[in-house]
T-cell receptor, first 113, second 118 residues
Framework: AAGVIQSPRHLIKEKRETATLKCYPI?????VYWYQQGPGQDPQFLIS???????DKGSIPDRFSAQQFSDYHSELNMSSLELGDSALYFC????????????FGSGTQLSVL | AQKVTQAQTEISVVEKEDVTLDCVYE???????LFWYKQPPSGELVFLIR??????QNEISGRYSWNFQKSTSSFNFTITASQVVDSAVYFC???????????????FGKGTKLSVKP
């Protein structure tokens, strides 16, 4: 069965650079969540989209932006990267309505040097 | 405000021992979902269970069992006869229930790192 695809799997950037993380939901999943998990930390909610509109916002820095496209994939854009942005970034999706669970991608490991 | 507390930071057991991971939550919502996720060293988040706040019936799935007690706002997770492959970080999480019954974003606890030694 198709799963949530995140790319790239690993990303290495330098301070002040930009990064774009991509998330491809399972077909017919119209809701996307982004989470950030720092080393040894719990995942923190960043932002979510439903039907291509932002539905909720968490602790997302102003340097980050995200959007959901017409094909329901989502991109998280991160600018002026800082060392503290190094983390595992998860995307999770579900088809809306009553759903058993969020389906998580394998995550993108971002390292800022 | 919603909050999930996992007081046990790390637990170490020997294979075949039973182990219980504690989870206490806070919410003002009358309806909510509770979850447990497993995060093995490979990093992915593996869904284990979702429980609706209306359903206080305990659940057993193989060696795993969950004890939901609304009166004490707890949702504890027990692994019976633990195995080395159970070694992972386990997260308890809470979400609101949106219109239509879908879950909202997850509020995670800090996680409990379980080490099962042979």
């Amino acid at each position: 069965a198709a799963g949530v695809i995140q790319s790239p799997r690993h990303l290495i950037k330098e301070k002040r650079e930009t990064a774009t993380l991509k998330c491809y939901p399972i077909p017919r999943h119209d809701t996307v969540y982004w989470y950030q998990q720092g080393p040894g930390q719990d995942p923190q909610f960043l932002i979510s989209f439903y039907e291509k509109m932002q539905s909720d916002k968490g602790s997302i820095p102003d340097r980050f932006s995200a959007q959901q496209f017409s094909d329901y994939h989502s991109e998280l854009n991160m600018s002026s990267l800082e060392l503290g942005d190094s983390a595992l970034y998860f995307c999770a999706t579900h088809p809306g309505g009553l759903s058993e669970k969020l389906f998580f991608g394998s995550g993108t490991q971002l390292s800022v040097l | 405000a919603q909050k999930v507390t996992q007081a046990q930071t790390e637990i170490s057991v020997v294979e075949k021992e039973d182990v219980t991971l504690d989870c206490v939550y806070e919410t003002r919502d009358t309806t909510y979902y509770l979850f447990w996720y497993k995060q093995p060293p490979s990093g992915e988040l593996v869904f284990l269970i979702r429980r609706n706040s209306f359903d206080e019936q305990n659940e057993i799935s193989g060696r795993y069992s969950w004890n939901f007690q609304k009166s004490t706002s707890s949702f504890n997770f027990t692994i019976t006869a633990s195995q080395v492959v159970d070694s992972a970080v386990y997260f308890c999480a809470l979400s609101e229930v949106n219109y239509g019954g879908s879950q909202g974003n997850l509020i995670f606890g800090k996680g409990t790192k379980l080490s099962v030694k042979p």
